[in-house]
Each structure stands twice: as C-alpha cells, then as structure tokens.
C-alpha cells in the first residue's frame, strides 16, 4: 500500500475570531463534510488493510509448511519461534506494507475521532455565535 491517505480539508480557526452566525454555520457545515471525508478514508484503508492481510497471511502459511522453514523446538538444528517468525516475514514481500496499512488505518481512526470532537465545537461556535448575533440586536 503506497497511497498514503489525502491531507485534511479542515481549517482551524484562530482562536480570537468571532463568528457571525453565517460564518459559523460554514465552518460547522465544514466540519460536517470533513467528517465524511474521513470516514470514507477510513473505510478505504480498512479495505486496503484487509487485502494486505490476506496476502500475508496466505504467503505466511506458504513459508510455514515449507520444507526450508526452520523447525521450532529445543534441540539441535531447532530455532525459537521468534527466530521461525524473523525467517517467515524476511521472506513475505508485503510485511512491512501491511505493517504500515496498520498505522495508516489507526491514524485515520484518531483523525476521525478527533473530526467528531470538532463536529461538538463546531456546533457549540454556531449556537454561540447566534446567541450573540440575536442578543446585541444583529439579527433584528
């Protein structure tokens, strides 16, 4: 897996702007479609993830009942399991593409998760936003 998923489409604000309600409801429609944009990442590398464990799984039971993998055991000629393990995936070519669609699906997790606390904020910047507008006469 070489397509490292695409950049954030979201801003951040700074941290002394004050929004209109017009403004603050682009930022939380913003949000919101960030939000799915991230949750569609996610399900595109999940995909990914999976077929890269398919292959290494398949290429793993391959090395495991081969006749050159080394055998398990305490006596001579016998290797750890550890050292079976390091012989198997020295020989499965996907080993650390699929190592790495891991981390790239848990860091789309946290994005996503960190979107979805946006989402709260983004909502909490709207209300306010209208409460102030409605409050010093702007919305009259």
Known sequence: MTEMPVEPDLHFLDEDAVLTPPEAERYLK???NEL???QISLRRL???ELKL?????EARTALMFSAECPQVGRGEG???VDERDLWINARIPCHWTYESSQVQRKNAEDYLHTVGKQVSIAQSLNNAAKELYNSSGGGR
Do not use: I
Request: proline share 0%.
């Open 46 to 48: 999940r995909y990914a």
């Open 36 to 38: 799915a944009r991230a």
């Open 78 to 80: 016998h290797v750890t």
């Open 30 to 32: 913003q949000v919101r």
């Open 53 to 57: 464990k398919k292959e290494h799984t």
